[in-house]
């Protein structure tokens, strides 16, 4: 739909600005005046736009209406777990009684708020087998940094300082590596098999007194739960080495299994996947670090525990140290509370289960139609590679971006980088059987485009705000922000 | 009350029926016979048997009624901060935030997109960044800057990290006045890279060769307002860089970091429309120089042209980052806080130009009046003897936290005790959102407080 006047949104604010237009009134100042400082440590001028509210309303409805969402259009973006963000979460998180405290207010006057964490670290430290969890880590790779850290302090503490390695699957999310490097280690790349698990023998190869430990997402970023992940567990455990789980997938194995019984000695959990809270463009997330009893002395400050009747901060014994400002993306944590007790026992294992039916109903009707690298039972997600298509013409990229004119998000392409031509998708639970079945039709009918009419996929998308937009360019000249001179 | 849940049993499935999950069991029972199953158990059958569908110890469902009043109760044991007057700063402030802003970004086409990899499918959330990052390179007087980190802490720790990258040397220099909180995350992030960190005096931060930088907080994390010409000037000579974190609200009065030549500029975003929401989330922001621009982390968004010509935006210079680079990525950062980005987006251009000027203002004024009040009490008064903006110490006639105790019966926030860097020092900070009464009650509590 088109906007006309004013309500376009083309040009930027500080094109749109009218000197003299206010987007806010403030109250008079009402103390009387202080000296101000010396001239020289103020500033000359701020160059802020300056425009009414309904001008900001309509600017901003007008941006929000170039995005797809969750609640516009189906997002079945693997990885990503892009499953609805139910409204009561963001309700309760914007109400005073927690948006409005004080992060450094004395404890017995937060008592609701400690109590709602200690109990969501127990939800955690229940729903993943690893019993101490620090919720103070604000994303999944921010969880990642501080959980790798807390396996070099173990080896150290052990006066074990030869443990430089970490051993990581191919198929692995780009934060693992770039966490273990940022934690100090070096990185090995783990091959996987043809089954789409760990090489067993691969692993056995790097499996040394330098092993620090090796970082496992399950599922697999492929979609596959790992069938040797005990014995991937064992070895890197006989080797002196710990596992670190990435549990940005969790949402296939919520009450299905425990990463704890399986061997785990330390993972993350993305509550901005698996426990709903919206992903709001790109954060907020959080990513808790659940562990097992003998890790939890390392975890990250502040972790709450209950004396009595009431609750409190305090630091592990051997804490990794602070990773953030306070004590975490509390209006995240809010969320995930509030979805767990919405849901309860039943109702999150209700999630698991429906999400993985979901994935493998979409998986079989279109087994054949696109290529299917790994074809097994999948978890939450499957991973197609678009390698049929690719031989009549078509990129895994046009397919993806022609789902856009059927009014689908695309799927997550290109990753992992072990499949060719890599569509991941993931439908999740929160999507009814109708809307699966459409999207099901729909590359179907791109599959039939390709052969007919494959200029049509390849210029796609033909109904989105742009057309495909030029990245070598942006790459090239950099233009990061709107300056006056480069305005004609 | 429990919400009805049908029990019917597929196998030995037990099915719950929840609000946000749709399938019925008969819709469950048709996707089953496609793939020629009768159960979904069948479908983990890839997890070894012993531990397959533990007993999970969780609380059972509850209605969304019920959710609403345990939250309520759990609500109703916080002081809000608008509750009562609150003096209560040191790295998250109490401001006014315009009801545009919650009333924009829980629009489900901002909160509940992705990060815009699918650029076609995202111009909204982008144009938004591209916004964000040319208000805070003006608001800092910078060239660049990205589209947000986590926080102010994390936010300062990279820009560290960054400053080792860019002088290839392993040693920074933190001034020890700037906040406890930001040292520790700093030493967090830096104890596996081989990185000293060094604390120093700024009133005589002796820099070596082998210093990468020397990181400010500005005004410092005492309210007041260091020399940064000077200290900038004296980084530069040894061939550091100056890496300053710095309030956004000062920025509506205060020369700016990027002004006197500081290298990096980090703050934390949450005065910028975002609630205190005790600790998070927040949004940490981060600029510097055109030059660095490829050490820098994080996402950025860029504007370009499509295929027919048409302006738009996308992610760019991302060869820098975790999804491209892997192990050698300049940070592992993925997912940060663009909702707000967003949020503090639109707080800038509410405020604009006259109200960001106002704000700091208000504040200014509100806290000299305060401290002028304060300091005429018998027993209390002012230690530090250097300009301040919205933050300063006091010196209490006895404990702080002793007097926050008797200043919360009275129903007052009171500041933060920082006693173990200056004696018996109260930390506090007033805003736009304390009136003229609640100063004065506070002045009044206080003179009765020995
Ligand atoms: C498998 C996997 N691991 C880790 C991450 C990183 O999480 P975050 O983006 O919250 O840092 C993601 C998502 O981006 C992921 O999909």
Not at chain 2, 193 to 212: F, H, K, M, R
Request: hydrophobic content about 40%.
């Amino acid at each position: 739909m088109q906007q006309g006047g004013n309500r376009q949104t083309e040009k930027l604010m500080l094109e749109r600005s009218v000197p003299g237009r206010v987007g806010v009134v403030l109250p008079d100042l009402d103390v009387p005046a202080q000296p101000l400082p010396d001239n020289a440590l103020l500033r000359d001028d701020l160059a802020l736009p300056e425009l009414s509210e309904p001008e900001l309303v309509q600017y901003f409805t007008g941006l929000s209406l170039k995005n797809f969402s969750i609640d516009t259009h189906f997002y079945p973006l693997g990885s990503c777990t892009m499953k609805y963000n139910p409204k009561i979460n963001d309700e309760v998180a914007f109400s005073p009684g927690f948006a409005s405290i004080h992060p450094m207010q004395p404890a017995e006057h937060s008592q609701g708020a400690l109590e709602l964490l200690h109990k969501l670290q127990g939800f955690l430290g229940e729903i993943t087998g690893l019993p101490a969890v620090s919720l103070a880590t604000l994303a999944g790779a921010h969880g990642e940094l501080g959980g790798m850290l807390m396996i070099r302090a173990h080896h150290l503490a052990n006066g074990d300082t030869t443990r430089t390695k970490v051993a990581i699957p191919d198929s692995a999310h780009g934060t693992n590596p770039a966490s273990a490097a940022m934690a100090g280690f070096d990185v090995v790349e783990l091959a996987s098999d043809e089954q789409g698990n760990v090489d067993l023998n691969a692993l056995r190869a790097v499996s040394g007194p330098d092993l620090a430990g090796v970082m496992i997402t399950l599922p697999s970023t492929l979609g596959l739960f790992d069938t040797h992940i005990v014995e991937v567990c064992n070895i890197v455990h006989e080797a002196g080495g710990l596992v670190y789980g990435d549990g940005a997938n969790m949402n296939a194995l919520l009450g299905r299994v425990k990463l704890g019984d399986l061997g785990f000695d330390v993972a993350h959990l993305n509550l901005h996947k698996t426990f709903s809270t919206p992903h709001g463009g790109g954060g907020p997330g959080a990513g808790p670090v659940c562990c097992t009893n003998q890790l939890a002395p390392y975890l990250a400050a502040p972790i709450v525990s209950q004396n009595g009747d009431s609750y409190e901060f305090s630091t592990p014994a051997k804490s990794i140290g602070k990773l953030s400002g306070f004590h975490g993306n509390f209006g995240v944590l809010v969320r995930a509370y509030t979805y767990i007790r919405t849901l309860g026992d039943a109702g999150i294992k209700s999630i698991s289960g429906n999400a993985v039916l979901s994935a493998n109903y979409m998986m079989n009707a279109l087994r054949g139609v696109y290529h299917l690298p790994f074809d097994r039972t999948c978890m939450h997600e499957a991973v197609f590679s678009a390698d049929f298509q690719k031989e009549r013409g078509s990129s895994g990229l046009e397919i993806a971006k022609r789902l856009l004119d059927y009014g689908f998000h695309a799927p997550t392409m290109y990753f992992p980088l072990i499949v060719h031509e890599a569509l991941m998708i993931e439908p999740t639970e929160s999507e009814t059987k109708e809307t699966i079945d459409a999207f099901i039709q729909a590359l179907i009918d791109i599959d039939q485009e390709v052969t007919d009419d494959k200029d049509l996929v390849n210029n796609a998308p033909h109904t989105t705000p742009v057309a495909r937009l030029d990245e070598a360019k942006a790459a090239r000249q950099p233009d990061l922000r709107w300056q006056p001179e480069a305005a004609d | 009350m429990t919400a009805t849940r049908p029990n019917t049993p597929i196998a030995n499935e037990g099915h719950f029926q929840s609000h946000y999950i749709p399938s019925t069991v008969d819709e469950q029972s048709e996707m089953l016979s496609a793939l020629g199953i009768d159960n979904i158990d069948q479908l983990f059958a890839d997890i070894p048997v012993e531990f397959r569908n533990p007993h999970l110890d969780l609380p059972a469902p509850l209605s969304e009624l019920e959710i609403q009043q345990e939250l309520g109760r759990m609500a109703s044991k916080n002081r809000a901060m608008g509750s009562g007057p609150s003096f209560l700063g040191a790295g998250s402030y109490n401001h006014f935030i315009p009801s545009i802003i919650k009333s924009l970004i829980t629009r489900g086409e901002f909160i509940t997109a992705y990060t815009p990899y699918q650029a076609e499918a995202s111009q909204g959330t982008l144009q938004v960044i591209y916004e964000f990052q040319t208000l805070i390179c003006n608001l800092y007087g910078m060239e660049v800057a990205n589209a947000g980190m986590y926080d102010g802490a994390t936010s300062l720790a990279e820009a560290a990290l960054m400053a080792c990258r860019v002088t290839k040397r392993e040693k920074v220099a933190l001034a020890d006045s700037i906040s406890p909180a930001y040292i520790d995350v700093i030493r967090t992030y830096c104890q596996s890279q081989d990185i000293a960190v060094e604390i120093v005096d700024p009133s005589n931060p002796a820099l070596g060769e082998e210093t990468a930088c020397l990181v400010l907080q500005y005004p410092n994390y005492f309210g007041y307002i260091e020399d940064l010409e000077a200290l900038v000037d004296a980084t530069h000579v040894q061939g550091a860089l100056a890496v300053v974190s710095c309030d956004p609200t000062a920025m509506g009065m205060l020369q700016t970091p990027g002004h006197y030549g500081a290298d990096i500029v980090t703050g934390d975003g949450q005065p910028l429309g975002i609630p205190v929401s005790y600790g998070g989330p927040y949004v940490g922001l981060f600029a510097t120089k055109q030059e660095y621009i490829r050490q820098m982390p994080s996402r950025l968004s860029g504007r370009t042209i499509d295929k027919n010509g048409k302006t738009g935006y996308v992610l760019t210079l991302q060869t820098r980052e975790q999804h491209i680079r892997r192990e050698r990525a300049t940070s592992n950062i993925c997912t940060n806080e663009a909702l707000y980005a967003l949020a503090s987006t639109i707080y800038m251009a509410a405020m604009g130009k006259q109200g960001m000027k106002q704000v700091a203002e208000l504040c200014y004024h509100k806290s000299h009046y305060a401290a002028a009040q304060i300091a005429s009490l018998p027993g209390y008064s002012l230690p530090i003897d250097k300009p301040f903006f919205q933050e300063f110490v006091v010196q209490c006639p006895s404990s702080p936290t002793d007097i926050n105790k008797k200043l919360i019966d009275l129903n007052i926030l009171g500041g933060l005790d920082v006693s173990e860097k200056i004696p018996d020092g109260m930390l506090l900070c007033v805003t736009e959102m304390n009136s003229k009464d609640d100063i004065d009650a506070l002045v009044a509590a206080l003179s009765e407080l020995k």
